[in-house]
């Protein structure tokens, strides 16, 4: 069973750059910035004012009305990506045998859930009291609900459910997807990540622990990752979806093949609910794993998609753990942190920015970290600031970590028989 090859064959975006996969890496090639003042509630009251909201989106563009009104926007986003995805992979689940149906999965997550729909529902306890609250509240709310959406929209029924990990959350759910895969549990997964947070209490939130830039007199710039200047994140929302499918049954259907995926690591910091080690042992761990099972040494790495965040510890600590784990070689492969672009889609980062990995193995084309203006002598890699970078890529590795010190690493290669 574990000699089955992984495979991704669709995949599908919603982003603040880009409400397309093409349209996302067309944005990243040309360094845009998704951030800008906040459009969708009055800022007044927050101390941050700005963040990576999806531009031109009408979801009626997209679903039934009456489906849409039923959906928090993260289930809305989570069921447009897979959508996409579905379309992209040339699967045709119409034609899908039940057997075949029977062995198809979705995992699919989100960080925080329906925190619009909940936000709302309590107004509406608070001032017409609990007899008011409509009855889709809960299956609204709950974050496992997107992956029972896509279920039933083309009758898949193998494994459902999500993963929940914070801001690993996406490469939580994909690399659960890859196992069951592997381990003959599932022969197709739909696997991803969706947050829509940019709301009062979710831009409140973050600010009262102090994780967000405030950067509100130039937010087109305020996500920094590796400047000296770096004040916080930047809150993005948006999703990923990907196709990851057992790869002869992909070669049978005569499908595209993106990348393959061959190596995956997890871990825990063991220490703060917020805070990174300072040393990063975690993530060194993480990726420690992910070169073990993917058979490889650290050198054959040449591209890593980094957590990236913009915050001061963060940047650090992933820096040294990089160090930790490739040595000199650190030096020698390029890194970015394409949450300067994105904003930071917590639940759904790890999934997108799987998509930016995996198209920079496909185009040997590195997606850069821009705004950078001020060096850090503790982030001295070579981070590929302000520009894309041609380079060959033949293995990348994204990372993505968590609230509650969770981390994760995935190593995609360019597919070859």
């Known amino acids: 069973m574990n000699n089955r090859r992984v495979v991704v064959t669709g995949m599908g975006a919603l982003t603040p750059i880009g409400l397309s996969v093409e349209e996302f890496w067309n944005a990243m090639m040309e360094s845009k910035s998704g951030a800008a003042p906040i459009k969708s509630f009055d800022t007044s009251k927050v101390d941050t004012k700005f963040a990576c909201e999806l531009k031109n989106f009408d979801v009626s563009k997209y679903l039934d009305k009456k489906i849409a009104r039923r959906l928090d926007p993260f289930a809305q986003y989570a069921l447009i990506s ?17 057997e075949e149906k029977n062995r198809i999965g979705v995992i699919f997550g989100s960080g925080i859930g329906g925190i619009q729909t909940f936000y709302e529902q309590s107004v509406i306890n608070f001032k017409d009291g609990p007899g008011r609250i409509s009855p889709f509240f809960i299956p609204m709310l709950i974050p496992d609900i997107a992956a029972g959406h896509i279920s039933m929209q083309y009758g898949f029924r193998g494994p459902n459910y999500c993963t929940v990990s914070a801001c690993a959350t996406g490469n939580n759910n994909l690399i659960d997807s890859y196992l069951l895969i592997k381990n003959n549990l599932a022969d197709r997964m739909i696997a991803g990540g969706s947050e829509a947070s940019i709301n009062e209490i979710g831009i409140g939130g973050f600010n009262a622990n102090r ?12 996500s920094r990752p590796f400047d000296a200047t770096r004040d916080g994140f930047v809150m993005g929302e948006g999703a990923g979806a990907l196709l990851l499918e057992e790869l002869e049954l992909a070669k049978k259907r005569g499908a595209k093949i993106y990348a393959e995926i061959v190596g995956v690591g997890l871990s825990a910091d063991a ?4 805070a990174p080690h300072p040393e990063g042992l975690g993530a060194v761990l993480a990726m420690e794993m992910a ?33 930790k784990v490739f040595g000199e ?6 890194l970015s942190a394409t949450k300067s672009m994105t904003g930071h889609l917590l639940g759904a980062a790890g999934a997108v920015e799987a998509i930016a990995t995996i198209l920079a193995v496909v185009n040997d084309r590195i997606p850069p970290t821009i705004n950078f203006v001020n060096p850090d002598p503790e982030c001295d890699l070579n981070y590929t600031f302000n520009k894309p970078q041609d380079r060959v890529v033949n293995y990348a590795l994204s990372n993505a970590f968590g609230f509650g010190g969770h981390n994760t690493s995935i190593i995609f290669k360019k597919y070859t028989e």
């Open 271 to 274: 220490h703060h609910i917020t």
């Open 291 to 323: 070169l073990k099972t993917a058979g490889i040494q650290p050198e054959a790495i040449d591209y890593i998609n980094m957590h990236g965040t913009s915050t001061p510890l963060g940047d650090i600590a992933e820096t040294k753990s990089i160090k």
């Open 329 to 334: 070689h650190a030096y020698k492969m390029n």
């Open 82 to 98: 897979a959508n996409q995805c579905i379309e992209d992979s040339g699967l045709k689940p119409e034609t899908l045998t039940e």
């Open 211 to 222: 994780a967000l830039s405030t950067r509100n007199d130039s937010p087109e710039t305020a």
